[in-house]
Every structure is written in structure tokens, then in C-alpha cells.
């Protein structure tokens, strides 16, 4: 066995077992202190890394105030969920409250975050680090669900890809920078890692990590 990894939500077992065995793996802290996305957020931004414009809200008042700011719609989110579990979309005031409700109830160890609607493309990138050095993996374009006006907000599921992704050399190669500076600011510097979406907007060189 040379070594091992998850890209599921057993990540920390996963790094903690792997270096019980000496071998090659993240340490658990990174791996622990990365699957919450405030703490990501906030590396981020220490970082010189734009993330959407988020709050972290610890009760509905603050939920309210925060909606002020960043306004509707946005997306209201568990740090420490997975798969796309307590993360919700407030289209208008009437729904503040329930889907408040909704995402406390996934909230286990983690907080809770306020954070912008981004409209644009995403991206799907793939790489890994060996012996210090990122190597780009693969890219894709993804569409959803949510896009589509008979399905709505219903949580989004892919209804098509296209792999490697149809974007300007430029685009693809400020992508594939980010995701390398994203986990090195991180501290990951081993294995596989992945971004889930990169969002562009409109002008090709504008882009933000979700």
C-alpha cells in the first residue's frame, strides 16, 4: 500500500488511519479544520482568494440583518454538511424562516454562513499533488436542474457535461491556479483535491471560488 485517500466525507478517519500506518497522507488537523467552510472561506480571504461575500449568522435576528446586506436571493448553508445537505436558497422573505429551520436541523459541529447567489458558468476541475508538484487532472462544464423552469429550486442535479470544458485557454489555465493556490493556502500539499464549482461571471477573467 503506498497510501490512501477519500474524497467522501470520511476524510478525517480516512488521514487519521493513514498516518497511524506511516503513510504518505494529509495531516488530520488540515483535513479536519478544511471540511468546514467558514475556516476555508476565511483562509481564503487571508490569501488574496475572493470568495462569494458571505456572513457567518449564529441566530435568525442576525439571519435577518444579514439578508439586508447581502441581499435575496442567497444562500443560506451548514460549514460543516456535505453533498449539497443544508444548503438552501431564500428566494424571497416569506421562506427566511423555514429554511432557517431546515439547515439548523443539519448543523452539527459546525456554524452557519449567509452567503451571496453568483450567476454564471461553473466549472468542475480535478488535480493532485506529487512530490510538491500540481498536476492538473481533468475539467469539465457542468449545467443543473435548477436551471431549468419546470424543475426549479429543487436541489440541483446535473443535466449535462461536457468534458474537457469549452472555455478560452486563458479561463481554463486561471482555473486550474486557483484550485492550486486555493489548497496550498489550505495547506494541502499531497494527493488528490478537486473544486467542486469555480464561477465566472461575465468577463472571462473575474472569478470566485463557492
Known sequence: ????????????????????????????????????????????????????????????????????????????????????????????????????????????????ILEEKLEGEFLDLQGFFHDGQFFKAGDCQSWFTDRLPKIGQINPIETLNIAPAKKFEKVIEEAYELLEKSALSLGMDWGPIAVSYTHFRAHETDSYLL
Open 1 to 112: 500500500i503506498k497510501g490512501i485517500f477519500t474524497l467522501i466525507s470520511y476524510a478525517y478517519e480516512t488521514s487519521v488511519i493513514a498516518k497511524s500506518c506511516n503513510l504518505p497522507c494529509l495531516e488530520p488537523n488540515i483535513v479536519l479544520e478544511s471540511d468546514d467552510k467558514l475556516f476555508m472561506k476565511n483562509k481564503f480571504i487571508i490569501n488574496n482568494i475572493p470568495p462569494a461575500k458571505f456572513l457567518a449568522i449564529t441566530s435568525f435576528d442576525e439571519l435577518e440583518d444579514g439578508i439586508k446586506k447581502i441581499g435575496l436571493p442567497a444562500f443560506l448553508k451548514a460549514t460543516d454538511a456535505f453533498g449539497g445537505r443544508g444548503i438552501e436558497e431564500i428566494i424571497n422573505q416569506d421562506e427566511i424562516k423555514s429554511k432557517w429551520d431546515r439547515v439548523n436541523k443539519v448543523v452539527s459541529s459546525g456554524s452557519i
